[in-house]
Structure formats: C-alpha cells, structure tokens
C-alpha cells in the first residue's frame, strides 16, 4: 500500500501563495500520474490538478487555471502544488491523489486507488 503525506497548508490572505507539497512512500518507483483534489465544507470532492509519470502532461480545473502549478520530482517521490492569486473560494482540504487505474478518467475521484489524509488551506478575505 502507498502512503501519501500531504504538507504546506495554512491560513493565508486573498493574493498569497502557498506550495503543497505530497510525499509518498512505501514504494520508491512508481509510473503512475498523481493528483490533487480538494473538499470544502459541504461539498463534494473535486478535481484541481494532475500530472503524467513524466510532468510532461498536465491538466488543471477551469477554476485554478492560470493560478496553480502541478510539478513532480521522482528523485524524491513528491509531487507539488503551486498555488498563486489565492482566493476565499479556495479554501478546503487538499487531498493528493495515487495509483490511478489504467484507462480511466482523472478528474474522476473514483479513479484514483490511494489518497492522503489531507491538509488544510485557509483564504481570508
């Protein structure tokens, strides 16, 4: 099983930026794309951002395009998440997102087999 940290939450003002960051362990190697999803209070989970093996492919929401940046280091099995122009509407929880299954859609939670226990991230107005 694949564990997933997620770090660099915080309660920040509208305009800053913050950088996630998702360690992974329990298996040094991996192929796979990863992701970051987000859960506000009373609402379901959504899609932010996801990343190819490579970095060479990326894909964000409509919502944070512009102003997040997926980026990964495979030396050091952690993907990241630059977030820019931080808004109220952004504040939730970040989930990071593993062992996608092959063929499936990766904006779609169900597609994803590991997750992180969360951070959160906080935008004042």
């Known amino acids: 099983q694949v564990q997933l940290v997620e770090s660099g939450g915080g309660l920040v003002q509208a305009g800053g930026s913050l950088r996630l960051s998702c360690a992974r362990s329990g298996r040094t190697f991996s192929r796979s794309a990863m992701g970051w999803f987000r859960q506000a209070p009373g609402k379901e989970r959504e899609f932010v951002a996801a990343?190819?093996?490579?970095?060479?492919?990326?894909d964000y929401a409509d919502s944070v395009k512009g102003r997040f940046t997926i980026s990964r280091d495979n030396a050091k099995n952690t993907v990241y998440l630059q977030k820019n122009s931080l808004k109220p509407e952004d504040t939730a929880v970040y989930f990071c997102a593993d062992d996608k299954g092959y063929g499936t859609r990766y904006y779609d939670t169900n597609s994803w087999g590991s997750w992180g226990q969360g951070t959160q991230v906080t935008v004042s107005p």
């Open positions: 990343i190819t093996w490579t970095g060479g492919i990326t």
